[in-house]
């Protein structure tokens, strides 16, 4: 009938081939806005380590540079090596105690170390110094009560406390020695069960006279470890004291050690180090060469005038680059267009390297 006939022309619906055009068409507009996605994710993604890795080379930079700029300080006295030390010997922390150089450089972890997860092939930096803020002067010594007195009007017992590790020098010369007691115009430094490592002499080998002064010692060493997990971190260790049953007086003690090593910033994968060797005497660095190794000739220490840090920073996370980078570590390597000397990395993190160089002002004559 016509009226049937037309009633079933006006429901036709679509043909397979419309049908598989019209799939195709949206597969590829799924997969268009699939690709922005993920373009855009790894864009982000990039970004935000670009991010992290550029603060902390910045905190790692900046901290390592003011330590630096502030080792072997020592007061009036131009470096350690006029220093004495009343410390008793043989308390099994060298690095903590021996004050006779205030820079040490390593290529490699020392021997106490082996605890600390420290990375193989990165340096060891240590900064030793007096601490400038807590300082009085000296103005008549009791060498015969093992004392040290000031009249300038501070209370020392709000700068020193018994168990610092503390110095007295004056322009030609000083002296290492803990405190065994602290007054409020006195600090007393006997041979004392009551502190470790302790005093070997009641009184000091230097006999400073009025007008030297008397601050707080600080070691500072600075490393590289491995946390756990595949991070790693730019950590320090510092002297503190501890103190057991009431204190010392008290029937109590002070240990002072090197303690256990703090996180500075997360991220430093590797950090190398050269020296700045003043071979002259005018106050500029003549050349730069590497440290030492641990047990091998220190003397190029003394004659640093200057440091120059390279660090490897990496990003906390994974899978950011597209592949793994080709970079220049340490900054001073020779490396070519042609990527001779460049160092790959074994993972998608992404890296960056931060150089910075620093005198060590301390140490300069003029």
């Known amino acids: 009938m016509p009226g049937q006939a037309g009633s079933m022309k006006a429901q036709g619906g679509m043909t397979l081939v419309e049908v ?18 993920v373009g ?3 864009t982000f993604a990039l970004a935000e380590a670009t991010n992290q890795v550029q603060e902390t080379g910045r905190i790692a930079v900046e901290f390592l540079s003011r330590a630096g700029r502030n080792t072997d300080y020592w007061g009036c006295l131009q470096d350690a090596s006029g220093l004495e030390s009343n410390l008793n010997a043989g308390n099994g922390q060298s690095v903590a105690f021996d004050f006779s150089r205030g820079l040490g450089v390593y290529s490699g972890p020392m021997d106490d170390m082996d605890d600390l997860n420290p990375v193989a092939d990165s340096h060891v930096l240590v900064f030793r110094g007096a601490k400038g803020g807590d300082s009085a002067r000296v103005d008549a010594t009791a060498s015969n009560s093992g004392g040290l007195r000031s009249d300038s009007g501070r209370d020392l017992t709000r700068y020193f406390k018994p168990g610092d590790l503390m110095v007295v020098a004056d322009c030609g010369g000083g002296e290492i020695f ?18 470790t490592p302790g005093n070997r002499n009641n009184q000091l080998q230097t006999d400073p006279g009025a007008g030297a002064r008397m601050m ?9 470890a491995e946390q756990g997990e595949g991070r790693y971190s730019l950590m320090i ?23 256990p090593p703090r996180e500075v910033v997360s991220g430093v994968r590797a950090m190398r180090v050269r020296l700045g060797l003043d071979t002259d ?33 990496r990003s906390p996370g994974g899978e950011v680059t597209e592949e793994p980078q080709s970079f220049c570590f340490p900054a001073w390597r020779d490396c070519t267009d042609s990527g001779e000397g460049l160092v790959s990395a074994q993972d998608r993190h992404l890296y960056r390297v931060y150089s910075t160089s ?3 002002r301390n140490r300069l004559t003029e």
């Open 178 to 195: 803990q405190a065994t007691s602290v007054q409020q115009h006195q600090v007393r430094h006997q041979p004392s069960a009551n502190v």
């Open 40 to 42: 855009q994710r790894q």
């Open 20 to 37: 598989m055009i019209a799939m195709v068409l949206g597969l590829l507009v799924l997969m268009a806005i699939v690709q922005i996605f």
């Open 281 to 313: 005497g005018d106050d500029a660095v003549d050349a730069w060469e590497a440290p030492p190794a641990q047990g091998g000739d220190e003397s190029v220490l003394d004659e640093a005038i200057g440091l120059r840090i390279s660090l490897l920073v």
């Open 358 to 360: 620093m005198t060590i």
């Open 237 to 259: 260790q510092e002297i503190t004291g501890t103190t057991t049953g009431g204190g010392p007086g008290g029937g109590g003690s002070t240990t002072a050690e090197l303690g």
């Open 216 to 224: 707080g010692v600080s070691t500072q060493r600075f490393f590289v």
